[in-house]
């Protein structure tokens, strides 16, 4: 049974910095895109951040751009999420995110999802 559990999520104030991490299991996910999405309440999931198998390409929504970077650890089968500077308008639940090669913006790409961890962030 393939799994992505998320860990990181928490309470913090404007500026500050977390990190999000998204461990597989169940599978190496070999030749597959990881990402992550963010549901803010009441909006429709969006693309936060996308990597290829090989980390050779990152990808990242404008309104992250500069502020957070996506890595993974093949070895660990990890992603994580560093957010710096972050808004309130960040605050949302995040969601990791693996599926085949695609478009990295698309929901309908991912083929397995974890169950989110909440961050939210106070002015």
């Known amino acids: 049974q393939v799994q992505l559990v998320e860990s990181g999520g928490g309470l913090v104030q404007a500026g500050a910095s977390l990190t999000l991490s998204c461990t597989s299991s169940g599978r190496t996910f070999s030749e597959y895109l990881m990402a992550w999405f963010r549901q803010a309440p009441g909006k429709e999931r969006e693309f936060v951040a996308g990597?290829?198998?090989?980390?050779?390409?990152?990808l990242y929504a404008n309104s992250v751009k500069g502020r957070f970077t996506i890595s993974q650890d093949n070895t660990k089968n990890t992603v994580h999420l560093q957010m710096n500077s972050l808004k309130p308008e960040d605050t949302a639940v995040y969601y990791c995110?693996?599926?085949?090669?695609?478009?990295?913006?698309?929901?309908?790409?991912?083929?397995?999802w974890g169950q989110g961890t909440q961050v939210t962030v106070s002015s």
């Open positions: 995110a693996a599926g085949p090669n695609g478009n990295y913006y698309s929901l309908s790409t991912y083929r397995y």
């Open positions: 990597i290829n198998w090989s980390g050779r390409t990152t």
